[in-house]
């Protein structure tokens, strides 16, 4: 360890932003810094992550360091210990906030929708729609493929298709009659 006059010089060095002195800095105290940490955190990773976090702070603050107030150890010492003491504090929190999960809570059904199965089972079905909808007149096709697929009312699809609203409604209604008797004869039962 330096004598504290050295610190003290080192110091007033840092608050004037000389990264020289503030490697040499930490070079002098590291070690001891560490220690503190390490000796409230009981973990080395937080510990080292504490001691990172300090020594930003004394390289942000270190023209607060006042050293009538004490010795410049003694000021990163309190540096160290205030955020361990903060990170224990929120690790307190967090624990406090936590819920432990039981065996009941961890035993949640899978969606079944990303089975294998399920999706075989949904691909045979967009199969067979397809198939059944190839049954259809064209301008069957086209009504029912405005109304579903692009959300369109009846007067939306008559307008676009050029055609008189009474006729695009036969033709939805007509083609959803042949796509449903398709489908049950294919074995697919509206949901």
């Known amino acids: 360890m ?3 006059q050295d610190l003290h010089q080192l110091m007033a ?3 004037l932003r000389d990264r020289a002195a503030f490697e040499h800095l930490y070079r002098l105290t590291s070690a001891h810094l560490f220690s503190v940490s390490l000796r409230m955190l009981r973990n080395e990773q937080r510990a ?4 990172q976090e300090a ?6 603050h270190a023209q607060g360091y006042q050293p009538a107030a004490g010795t410049p150890m003694t000021w990163m010492i309190n540096i160290v210990r205030n955020k361990a003491i903060d990170l224990l504090r929120a690790r307190r929190h967090e624990d406090a906030q936590s819920v432990a999960l ?8 899978a969606d079944a929708a990303g089975e294998p199965a ?14 059944c909808m190839q049954t259809l007149s064209a301008p069957q096709r086209q009504a029912l493929a405005l109304a579903y697929y692009r959300g369109m009312v009846h007067t939306e699809i008559a307008e676009a298709l ?6 695009i409604k036969a033709w939805v209604r007509r083609g959803l009659d042949r796509l449903k008797t398709c489908l049950e004869a294919g074995g697919v039962v509206a949901s």
């Not at 080292?48 to 001691?51: D, S």
């Not at 020594?55 to 942000?60: A, D, E, N, P, T």
Request: hydrophobic share 45%; charged share 20%.
């Open 13 to 15: 060095r840092v608050a």
């Open 118 to 131: 399920h999706l075989l089972e949904q691909s045979l079905v967009d199969a067979r729609i397809g198939a």
């Open 48 to 51: 080292q992550e504490i001691l």
């Open 2 to 4: 330096q004598a504290p």
């Open 55 to 60: 020594y930003v702070s004394i390289w942000h």
């Open 162 to 167: 050029h055609t008189p609203l009474g006729t």
């Open 102 to 109: 039981d065996d009941d809570a961890l035993a949640v059904p």
